[in-house]
Structure formats: structure tokens, C-alpha cells
């Protein structure tokens, strides 16, 4: 199957301070991926929508001055968390479709 | 977007058949099944797509009666390392279709 990569697969950073998560399409051209974040023992939870050359659409909740998003080119898609706070410590988790979804490894982000 | 209802834990034994109902009983027309699994910190993997009557691929089987009302994932001879949760999405098959997770049905296979 299609292939999906994440950097870093883990990050520790202080509160207040910015993290970028980059997830990339390795053999396919995405013009749509979606982020999600899933905390312990839950399920997956759709954060946002990224579409190519515009605007990405957030689910109802998600702060889009918080959880910045750009889908500059076919194959990556960037999650800045800004001004991170504990509370944010989850895991991220991206997808691209080809013939269906497939999902990065994901990305461990812990915020002290 | 159809909702999907699935048992919350199995278990089972090395060596077993085991399947895993999933209900979607708002499925639509244009909707396809799909199921994933996922280990712990690591995103799901895909293991099968199916539209309607029985599909098959080198991982499980996936049987959808005709209603489509439910779908069952069938994995033959279960090992240690098929202890996950196995996730059952319902969603159209446009390329930014979103998919709404449930809370999966997590496995646990004994020795």
C-alpha cells in the first residue's frame, strides 16, 4: 500500500513554545490529507481537513489560530501546534488518501 | 456520515478464527466499509475495503450481507500479534471524504 511518513515520530517541548509536525505522501500525490489526535486508550478525533494551495477546514472545536495547518505541495502537509500547553500533549496522527486512507506513524508530542 | 457500533472487547486464543461484527445501520448508498487496525502508538493500518458480499485479501475477509445494514471481519488463525484494536469505518469514496472513528473493538489474543 501506499506509503505516509511523519517527522519526528516524537518531540518534547516546553510550554509556550511552537512545535512543527510534517507529514508526507512518499509515493502517491495527495491534494487532500486529514490530522487527527488521539489520546490514551481513545479513539481517533478528526482535528482538521488540509487541502492543497487552500485553506484548511477545522471540525467544530478545534482552534485554527492554535493548530496551524499548510499543504504547500501534493506530498506534505505541516501541523504547527503554537504556544503549546501541557493539555496539547497527545498524539498526532496524519492520512493521505490514495485508493483509500492511509495514516502515518504518528507523532508522540509532549508538552511540559 | 453513518455511525458504527461495534463491541468494545474481544478475546480469543492463538490459532482461532475470530470475527468482529460491525453495525451501520444509516449506511448509504454511495458508502464504503472499511476496517483498520492499530497498535499502540502507531497510526492504523488499512486491512480491507469492501462495498457489498464478501471480499478477500491475504490478511481477512470481510463478509457484507445484502442490506449492508452490518459487515463482519473475519481473521483466520489469530496470533499473539494480532492483540489491537480493530476499527469499522463507513464513508464515501470521494478522495476528501472524512472519516469518523468510533471507539473500535480492542482484541486481545491469549496463548
Known amino acids: 500500500g501506499a506509503v505516509v511518513s511523519q517527522h519526528p515520530s516524537w518531540v518534547i517541548c516546553k510550554s509556550g513554545t511552537s512545535v512543527k509536525i510534517e507529514c508526507r505522501s512518499l509515493?502517491?500525490?495527495?491534494?487532500?490529507m486529514f490530522w487527527y489526535r488521539q489520546f490514551p486508550k481513545q479513539s481517533l478525533m478528526l482535528m482538521a481537513t488540509?487541502?492543497?494551495?487552500?485553506?484548511?477546514?477545522?471540525e467544530q472545536g478545534v482552534e485554527k489560530d492554535k493548530f496551524l495547518i499548510n499543504h504547500a505541495s501534493l506530498t506534505l502537509s505541516t501541523l504547527t501546534v503554537t504556544s503549546a500547553h501541557p493539555e496539547d500533549s497527545s498524539f498526532y496522527i496524519c492520512?493521505?488518501?490514495?485508493?483509500?486512507?492511509?495514516f502515518g506513524p504518528g507523532t508522540r508530542l509532549t508538552v511540559l | 456520515l453513518a455511525k458504527t457500533t461495534q463491541p468494545i472487547s474481544m478475546d480469543s486464543y492463538e490459532g482461532q478464527e475470530v470475527n468482529i461484527t460491525c453495525s451501520h445501520n444509516?449506511?448509504?448508498?454511495?458508502?464504503?466499509i472499511t476496517w483498520y487496525q492499530q497498535f499502540p502508538s502507531q497510526g492504523p493500518r488499512f486491512i480491507i475495503q469492501?462495498?457489498?458480499?464478501?471480499v478477500t485479501n491475504e490478511v481477512a475477509s470481510l463478509f457484507i450481507p445484502a442490506d449492508r445494514k452490518s459487515s463482519t471481519l473475519s481473521l483466520p488463525r489469530v496470533s499473539l500479534s494480532d492483540t489491537a484494536v480493530y476499527y469499522c469505518?463507513?464513508?464515501?469514496?470521494?478522495?476528501?471524504?472524512?472519516?469518523?472513528w468510533g471507539l473500535g473493538t480492542s482484541l486481545a489474543v491469549n496463548p
Open positions: 492520512s493521505a488518501r490514495s485508493d483509500t486512507q492511509y
Open positions: 509515493d502517491f500525490q495527495a491534494t487532500t
Open positions: 488540509s487541502n492543497e494551495g487552500s485553506k484548511a477546514t477545522y
Open positions: 444509516n449506511i448509504a448508498t454511495n458508502d464504503y
Open positions: 469492501g462495498y457489498k458480499t464478501k
Open positions: 469505518l463507513v464513508a464515501g469514496a470521494g478522495n476528501n471524504r472524512k472519516l469518523i
